[in-house]
């Protein structure tokens, strides 16, 4: 089955610098990588997501990147801010409607 | 609109008992996911549904654990003899399934504690 690792498990940044975190997936049969950030005690929320169809994706301060060849997608963030401090957790999945498999999450914290 | 909900927010049961979690998910999301998440880990996938039929429970770690959806909208999770290391946060989600619905929807969690 589909196994996502996460790296680094924890990154920490000056605020107003970049920060960007990486994943790598196993089933070539994955189309769709969301990312969710999750703070303490809170439900995971989605960032932004990508289809197997496009490499690359921009929202504002957040884009991810997708190398379909290389099996491996990263969050970027520029500019970072202290509400970016959160526990971040990339996806893969085979449907976007299907189940998620995970990565462990990243830690990222900004400081002042 | 109204998210995704679930209840109850905590549960605290003891060792062998039985529990229901429930999940509401948001009004016309035909598909349902439940998931646990472990103290400083990713969620991990346990039952899905599409409308009323289990579709996927590749996940469910034993006969234990049961999920129901009988009207395709509100979904109980149910775990019978519970032992301690069913502590966790149940968290369920859902989306819409149709063109552009995608966004997995995340309820707030029941964290559930088994002394």
């Known amino acids: 089955g589909e196994n996502v690792e996460q790296h680094p498990s924890t990154l920490s940044v000056q605020e107003g610098d970049s920060a960007v975190i990486k994943c790598t997936y196993s089933?070539?049969?994955?189309?769709?990588f969301p990312w969710y950030k999750q703070e303490l005690g809170k439900r995971p929320q989605l960032i932004i997501d990508?289809?197997?169809n496009v490499g690359e994706k921009k929202d504002q301060r957040i884009a991810v990147t997708l190398n379909k060849t290389a099996k491996h997608f990263s969050l970027h963030i520029t500019e970072t801010q202290p509400e970016d401090s959160a526990v971040y957790f990339c996806?893969?999945?085979?449907?976007?409607?299907?189940?998620?498999?995970w990565g462990a999450g990243t830690k990222l914290i900004i400081k002042p | 609109g109204a998210g995704v909900s679930q209840t109850p927010s905590n549960k605290v049961t003891e060792k062998g008992k039985y529990v229901e979690l429930r999940c509401d998910p948001i009004?016309?999301?035909?598909?349902l996911y439940w998931y646990r998440q472990s103290l400083g880990q990713g969620p991990e996938f346990l039952i899905y549904?599409?409308?009323?039929?289990?579709?996927?429970d590749s996940g469910l770690p034993n006969d234990r654990f049961f999920a129901v959806r009988p009207e395709g909208s509100v979904s109980t999770l149910k775990i019978q003899r519970t032992e301690r290391g069913d502590s966790a946060v149940y968290l369920c989600?859902?989306?819409?399934?149709?063109?552009?619905?995608?966004?997995?929807?995340f309820g707030p969690g029941t964290r559930l504690t088994v002394t």
């Open positions: 989600a859902s989306s819409f399934q149709g063109a552009g619905g995608y966004e997995q929807y």
């Open positions: 009004s016309g999301h035909t598909a």
């Open positions: 549904f599409q409308g009323t039929g289990a579709a996927d």
């Open positions: 089933d070539s049969a994955s189309n769709y």
């Open positions: 990508i289809r197997s």
């Open positions: 996806a893969a999945s085979m449907d976007s409607n299907y189940q998620l498999i």
